[in-house]
């Protein structure tokens, strides 16, 4: 990530404050995406663009305010209404996602922030999300299906390309001390109001969460434990998703050289036709940039594959 520090007379004019700053990251990727699902099967170039831009002040107190937007466009989003959900090359499958219109920035997530207490409002990480254990892998060059996020997305979560809970008064808290660290999140969307608590002990991460929400497809209750076993990380996380039912996942990640490392995922959940299953490498190539690739086949027995090159800036 590149900072750039506006340290100009036009920032620190006002009197009391003691700094300010913005910062500006992300990552591109490029690739090829094979898709085989009951309709046929597909080969094409797959690519996003992220930019990230966090900009924060320091009061003379020592409390930090700030804000987190992105810029994001991917090969599947339209960059106008006209265009969602279209089938321009007429295979018979929308070109771009009909949920998905990327003309701008996203919604903006504000915070403040003292010490290991941090208060956030707008487009919110979500308890849910931002819960260890979420994420254990990052399954080749797209992450494929996310099989592996327990919680299936039924809960609130910061939004790369839409307004997420901005629109919708998304607020959370969070704080850490040590090895212990707690999140509370709540929005408009569905009512919802979750919370998880963590604590890394000996190497090992344990969490757990719970969600009230008015929709009965919801994530309920959540848990996950990762460590490392020798040359492997490896994650066991499950989510009760309301009606929806149970999903469990266990994966791994273990280094094959200097510079390589593999992933795995075996998921299950009640809602899924079959057991879904991946694996990938990550190859560094230097200075951020590495050739990534993966194979999977999800819950709706889709069988996904993906090749390319990411970089991070």
Not at 44 to 55: C, E, K, M, P, W
Not at 254 to 283: K, L
Request: charge should be negative; hydrophobic fraction near 40%; glycine fraction near 14%.
């Amino acid at each position: 990530m590149k900072k750039v520090l506006f340290a100009t007379t036009a920032l620190v004019a006002t009197a009391g404050v003691a700094a300010a700053d913005v910062t500006f990251g992300g990552y591109g990727r490029f690739g090829i995406l094979y898709v085989d699902n009951a309709a046929g099967d597909s080969t094409d170039i797959t690519s996003r663009f992220r930019l990230q831009i966090d900009a924060t002040a320091e009061s003379d107190a020592g409390v930090t305010f700030g804000a987190r937007a992105r810029i994001q466009q991917d090969n599947d989003g339209a960059a106008s209404s006209a265009n969602v959900g279209r089938d321009i090359d007429g295979d018979g499958t929308p070109d771009f996602r009909g949920d998905r219109e990327e003309t701008g920035i996203n919604g903006v997530r504000f915070f403040a922030r003292s010490g290991g207490l941090e208060v956030g409002v707008g487009n919110i990480f979500g308890a849910l999300e931002f819960m260890p254990g979420m994420y254990p892998i990052d399954l080749g060059l797209t992450g494929h299906s996310y099989d592996y996020t327990a919680y299936n997305f039924r809960g609130d979560a910061y939004d790369s390309d839409g307004n997420g809970a901005a629109g919708a008064n998304g607020v959370e808290v969070l704080y850490s001390a040590g090895d212990f660290s707690v999140h509370v999140s709540a929005s408009d969307i569905n009512d919802r109001i979750a919370a998880h608590a963590a604590y890394t002990w000996n190497g090992w991460t344990f969490a757990l969460a719970a969600q009230d929400s008015d929709s009965a497809t919801d994530t309920e209750f959540a848990a996950s434990v990762g460590g490392s076993f020798g040359i492997a990380d490896v994650t066991l996380a499950y989510a009760d998703n309301g009606t929806s039912g149970d999903h469990w996942v266990l994966a791994g990640r273990f280094d094959v050289g200097a510079a390589t490392n593999v992933e795995v995922y075996v998921a299950d959940a009640d809602y899924f036709a079959e057991t879904s299953y991946g694996i990938d490498f990550n190859h560094d190539l230097g200075g951020g940039t590495s050739l990534r690739g993966g194979v999977s086949s999800n819950g709706a027995d889709v069988t996904l594959v993906d090749f390319g090159v990411r970089f991070n800036f």
